[in-house]
């Protein structure tokens, strides 16, 4: 500091009053605000409030009682300084030591990729640092959290060391809000289905998914399992479902995500915690202190709460070294805390194989061989013979690799593929794409096919397979038989030897009035029977049928005539009933068909029935039987778990010697 002197001369002495000292206050007012008073008071004010009668303001110090004592003045109140609370470190982080981590490596994840699959993140708190993000949220156009939920996750994993509220595992890994969960802390699997294809897309490296369903959605199985295959770790939160056993919740339970669940900060599992075999690891889950939405901070339980802890503590092995997913999971693994609870086992159900402990793993995280890995997306594909499909080959750097490699293509005999271009050349830390073009001969039978692409550079040598299902057209129907009858004919045929590997629509009945001369005479559905009314008797007619799928139409079928006549033949009369009216999704439908004689309602012993469910979709599933000598013959339908709800049509058609065919029906409804 510099003291600047200002002398000049005086003859007399002069001696200066010192200012009034100054005090800062805050005066409240019974009616209305009355700066005139403050001021009168010798008052400098500061701010006139618009919500409450106050003023803020700083006044002589012998002003304050007079202030108090005025009949207008509600209340005088020092405008004292208040302090942000001092940072702490939760005890999960603690428990885990993460801060010697830190110390230890210089490691606090900096710069690695963690994406927050949940409600999203309070992008305001002063305590977090949102890199960026998306909602998949109808109704939402920010990621911003309105939850609170996706927020105190994200404060496990990665809250700022700024002094301030709380500390993270991995402190300075770049946060990323995937907004997946509404505002009631709930979302569809389209949405998370989604989230998992952004993060792909956006080269993220931890996955954290605080959330489970009871169920197994094919979709969200399929893509953490790309994600997985992209080099993606996904960690999930087992479910708080126990302590039964087996009670473990997806996704946690796919193999390539690592299950979590709780402990308290004794070591002890939860009760809540869910167990399973699927289980990896525990951690910190109980009474977990965390930010929370509107800059605020909030204590949680859950294995919700536990799941970050491992989701951060996978940010600081990835900064320390780069891993593949299969080999975090084995450091985890191996660097886990036997604790008192498992007994001396290795693994248990209830703790997988122990406490995360961040110090260790990132202690077992090593520096690797520069590689590269190669990926294809889609890795299946689905192809008609004679048409051509297409999948990106994905060269990425591992561990700093940079080069040029060399790409193949081997396909089986009916296939052919091509690399376009067959040389990439690989950045450190980089990627590069070729387009595999895989093309199907006409003449190719259907079946799923192998197509392997191998990269190579030097001593290195690394292969990603595509899966090309080929489809064609499907054999021709079988075993058609034509019933005369009254002006009708029946027919009946089975189904063809080969779908052509994609599933039979519908049938195409030709007719003629000559031999080989059939033309098309109506389409029907996927059903194996059918009956022709329009139809002369004492005319011959001859039949074919093909088969239908979404490559084309099948071959022809066998022929068979028939000729329709005012026939002696007795009629039949079929009975179709169900056990119950209505049933729910998993139950089985027990089926009964009588079939008697329509005069003299007498069983009919050796009649062939054939039985078409058809669900609220149209769908139908076929059965066929022959009747005991009392004229029964019993069916059963198990209703798939995923089936859809309405009303489903149980129809029979019953053929016997001697009878004109005879059809019955009911109907059930799936609730």
Request: charged share 10%; aromatic share 8%; with cysteine.
């Amino acid at each position: 500091m510099i003291i600047l002197f200002f002398v000049a001369p005086f003859f007399a002495s002069v001696t200066l009053a010192q200012p009034a000292e100054r005090v800062p206050i805050i005066i409240g007012f019974k009616e209305a605000q009355d700066a005139g008073l403050v001021r009168s008071q010798g008052g400098e004010i500061k701010y006139v409030y618009q919500h409450i009668l106050a003023i803020a303001a700083s006044v002589p110090q012998q002003a304050v009682d007079a202030l108090k004592k005025n009949p207008k003045v509600a209340y005088v109140e020092p405008d004292f300084e208040v302090y942000a609370l001092p940072q702490t470190t939760p005890w999960g982080i603690q428990k885990i030591n993460a801060p010697q981590a830190w110390t230890a490596f210089s490691d606090k994840g900096t710069g690695i990729k963690v994406a927050i699959l949940d409600t999203g993140i309070d992008t305001a708190h002063p305590d977090l640092r949102v890199a960026g993000g998306v909602t998949y949220v109808i109704g939402t156009t920010t990621y911003n959290d309105d939850h609170g939920h996706g927020t105190h996750v994200a404060g496990i994993v990665a809250a700022l060391d700024n002094g301030i509220g709380v500390v993270g595992v991995a402190p300075e890994a770049a946060l990323y809000a995937v907004k997946v969960l509404n505002s009631q802390g709930s979302g569809s699997i389209s949405a998370i289905d989604m989230g998992i294809e952004w993060c792909i897309s956006k080269g993220i490296q931890v996955i954290s998914m605080s959330f489970g369903a009871s169920s197994d959605p094919i979709s969200l199985h399929q893509e953490c399992d790309a994600a997985y295959n992209a080099g993606i770790v996904l960690v999930a939160a087992a479910g708080n479902s126990g302590p039964g056993p087996e009670t473990t919740t997806y996704p946690a339970k796919y193999s390539s995500v690592i299950a979590v669940g709780a402990t308290d900060s004794n070591d002890v599992v939860a009760d809540w915690s869910s167990r399973g075999q699927e289980l990896w690891v525990t951690a910190p889950g109980v009474s977990v202190y965390s930010t929370y939405m509107g800059s605020s901070y909030a204590t949680m339980s859950g294995t919700s709460m536990a799941c970050p802890h491992v989701t951060g503590t996978v940010a600081l092995i990835l900064k320390r070294a780069a891993h593949t997913p299969a080999e975090v999971r084995s450091i985890l693994q191996r660097t886990a805390v036997k604790t008192a609870g498992m007994n001396g086992w290795t693994w248990t159900s209830a703790y997988g194989f122990g406490r995360v402990d961040a110090y260790a793993a990132v202690s077992a995280a090593q520096t690797l061989t520069p590689d590269f890995s190669v990926s294809a997306s889609p890795s299946a594909l689905t192809i008609g013979a004679g048409a051509s499909g297409s999948s990106t080959i994905t060269v990425t750097s591992l561990n700093g690799f940079s080069g040029t490699v060399l790409l193949t293509a081997s396909a089986p005999t009916g296939l052919s593929a091509a690399l376009d271009p067959s040389s990439l050349a690989i950045a450190s830390g980089g990627s590069n794409s070729s387009k595999l073009s895989v093309t199907v001969s006409p003449d190719t039978p259907a079946g799923a096919y192998t197509v392997t692409v191998t990269g190579t550079s030097g001593s290195l040598s690394h292969s990603a397979t595509v899966t090309v299902n080929v489809q064609t057209k499907p054999s021709a129907p079988q075993n058609l038989k034509a019933t005369a009858g009254d002006a009708q004919v029946t027919l009946s045929w089975s189904a063809p030897s080969s779908d052509g590997g994609s599933p039979i629509t519908n049938y195409k009945i030709y007719r003629g009035n000559v031999q080989g001369g059939e033309t098309p005479l109506t389409t029907t559905g996927n059903v194996l029977a059918y009956t022709d009314t329009a139809v002369t008797n004492g005319q011959t007619y001859y039949y074919q049928v093909t088969a239908i799928n979404s490559i084309g139409e099948s071959a022809r079928s066998n022929e068979v005539s028939a000729t329709p006549s005012a026939s002696s033949a007795r009629s039949l009369t079929v009975l179709v009933t169900t056990d119950k009216t209505s049933y729910r999704r998993g139950s089985m439908v027990y089926i009964t068909v009588n079939v008697t004689d329509s005069s003299t309602k007498s069983g009919i012993g050796g009649a062939a029935v054939t039985v078409t469910v058809t669900d609220s979709k149209g769908v139908p599933t076929i059965r066929t039987g022959i009747t005991d000598s009392n004229g029964f013959v019993y069916f059963k339908y198990k209703i798939q778990p995923k089936a859809p709800l309405g009303t489903y049509r149980v129809t029979a058609l019953a053929l016997a010697t001697g009878y004109d065919p005879g059809n019955g029906s009911t109907t059930f409804v799936v609730v």
